[in-house]
């Protein structure tokens, strides 16, 4: 291992931890990035796993080293038994019982071990980043990219489903994250969620014998789209768990349009679907509930009072048979009006998702209710399809034949 020392400019410093980290990658047979090429320091991944927190339980069990980012000091820690407090404090970031004057610390445990926060346990390193007034820290997992789809593909699909299906999973995962990250990464301290925001990163909990194979054998692969220019250039691969019967265009779910991501038919995940999960029972919520969480995520639309009525705006209509709404009109009690997606309008009424499944469904506005029925499927609908994925698999497609089904015009680029 590279030993850095204290005199290291920032740029120096912080490369030295990449390379820590793709060279700390043990051949043990664990998804791990340990192919992963020295250089590929922009397939780092950034996850935020929290914000504004003030303190944290850590657990490392062995040695490992802090790093001030802003000093470019390094220090070497003794294994602590039990567990380590953090805090931030008006002096810094405190771990166990010493202040560091700095806004950005890392801890990096050796080799490929995990470092433990708050009871979950993840590969790469943590960096602690305070706000500017020392009163919140944000907790980051820098962590390679093949090491962290290990810590999602079973978070995101079952890990007993056949190993194509995985398969097409971890390259849609692979080409979603590095998409986000080139968007967005670069206006923020991080690059994804750990939630559904973006993809559900479970870290070490998640690797399991299967999962971990399905990254090592599609290592590097990603989809590109053929553009204009006559480059093959990344897209948002997303997905869903059931789509009801046709993908949607992810133009009217996300907004960008992409031609692999115009929608297909999908004939496969009615076929394997449980009928009470492709069709999601009806529900009711208070016009007073939708209301409030309309309001608590939308304070914009507060300018209606209260929402009286939710009417389609816009829909997509696949082969005269399946049809999901795509945007809504809101209709105040004062008889003002507003538009919103239809996905953005479901999980702000039902932040879980597990109520209103889908936008695929009917609204009916009762006197003081509102009631979703007739619902198929399950997520936003848009990309590839995970029980049609299955599906697809159990009658012996390939990852390849999947992803070229549910992203069309796409095809699979090696990147490393
Ligand atoms: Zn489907």
């Known amino acids: 291992m590279t030993v850095l020392k204290p005199n290291f400019r920032l740029s120096e410093l912080v490369a030295g931890v990449f390379f820590i980290l793709i060279a700390a990658c043990a051949p043990n047979g664990r998804a791990s ?4 090429e020295q250089g590929h320091n922009q397939y780092t991944i950034r996850v935020l796993l929290d914000n504004d927190i003030t303190k944290a339980k850590l657990k490392i069990d062995t040695q ?3 790093f001030d980012t802003e000093s470019a000091r390094v220090f070497d820690v003794a294994k602590t038994d039990g567990t380590i407090d953090i805090a931030i ?20 445990p050796p080799d490929d071990l995990p470092f433990t926060i708050d009871k979950r346990s993840y590969r790469g390193n943590l960096e602690l980043i305070a706000d500017s007034n020392n ?38 995962a692979r080409t979603y994250c590095l998409y986000i990250k080139n968007r967005f990464g670069g206006n923020r301290l991080w690059d994804v969620k750990a939630t559904q925001a973006n993809q559900v990163y479970r870290g070490v909990a998640a690797e399991t014998v299967r999962t971990d194979r399905a990254v090592n054998d599609t290592l590097g692969m990603v989809l ?34 992409c031609t692999a991501l115009e929608g297909v038919a999908c004939p496969y995940c009615s076929q394997l ?24 995520r939308y304070p914009n639309l507060k300018s209606l009072e209260r929402i009286e009525k939710i009417e389609p705006r816009k829909e997509s209509i696949y082969n005269n048979n399946f049809k999901r709404i795509t945007s809504v009109t809101f209709v105040g009690v004062n008889g003002k009006t507003a538009t919103l ?52 698999a159990r009658r012996g497609k390939d990852a390849q034949e999947i992803l070229s089904f549910y992203y069309p015009t796409s095809r699979i680029k090696t990147l490393y």
Request: hydrophobic share 35%; glycine share 10%; proline share 3%.
């Open 33 to 36: 990035g340990q192919t992963v």
């Open 64 to 66: 490992y080293q802090l």
């Open 89 to 108: 404090g008006p002096n810094g970031i405190k771990i166990g019982e010493q202040v560091f004057q700095t806004k950005r610390l890392i801890v990096q």
């Open 135 to 172: 009163k919140s820290m944000t907790a980051i997992n820098n962590v390679p990219i093949e090491t962290y789809l290990a810590g999602v593909i079973s978070a995101e699909m079952p890990s007993y489903w056949d190993i194509e299906a995985l398969k097409s999973q971890a390259i849609a």
């Open 224 to 257: 590109c789209n053929q553009t204009d220019s006559g480059e093959c250039q990344i897209f948002g691969a997303y997905y869903s768990s059931i789509c009801g019967g046709h993908t949607e265009n992810a133009k009217n779910i996300f907004g960008e349009s």
């Open 273 to 296: 679907t449980r009928p009470s999960l492709f069709y999601w029972p009806m529900v009711t919520f208070s016009k007073n509930d939708i209301s409030e969480n309309l309001f608590d």
């Open 341 to 392: 997606r239809a996905e953005d309008m479901r999980l702000a009424i039902d932040p879980t998702g597990m109520k209103i499944q889908s936008t695929s469904c009917v609204i009916i506005n009762l006197n003081d209710e509102i009631m979703f029925l007739a619902g198929r499927g399950f997520g936003h609908g848009a990309g590839l399809c995970q029980y049609g994925a299955r599906e697809m």
